[in-house]
């Protein structure tokens, strides 16, 4: 499994940007069983923190955004693409960091969901900046 995370970029307070994470080795549309993926962010000098996910089970999806983004950012998946996005509105320079894609073939409930470890699959990371 691959992934491969773009978008990224410099934009201005208030401004969106929308990162792509094109997914291989898997197929979204024909997969079998559960698997859940998810959206981390880090800050210079900062550990790597959650900021969004969505798991999916046999049609059934959960979704689930830290407290800091929630309303901003909104993950969504094209099974046509096999691309996971992360659409962020209302950005902050709080928001700067490198973001990262994850995979994790399987459900991961909500209280493990948030922690990178529980991922096995990672994109390369893409550069978002939010500066005026």
């Known amino acids: 499994v691959q992934l491969q995370a773009s978008g990224g970029g410099l934009v201005q307070p208030g401004g969106s940007l929308r990162l792509s994470c094109a997914v291989s080795?898997?197929?979204?549309?024909?997969?079998?069983?559960?698997?859940?993926v998810g959206w981390f962010r880090q800050a210079s000098g900062n550990e790597r923190e959650f900021v969004a996910a969505f798991r999916w089970n046999r049609g059934n999806i959960h979704y689930s955004y830290s407290d800091s983004v929630k309303g901003r950012f909104t993950i969504s998946r094209d099974s046509a693409k096999n691309t996971l996005y992360l659409q962020m509105n209302s950005l902050k320079p709080e928001d700067t960091g490198v973001y990262f894609c994850a995979l994790s073939e399987g459900g991961l409930i909500v209280s493990v969901l948030k922690i990178p470890s529980s991922y096995a699959y990672w994109g390369q990371g893409t550069q978002v900046t939010v500066s005026s």
């Open positions: 080795g898997i197929t979204f549309g024909s997969y079998v069983g559960a698997y859940t």
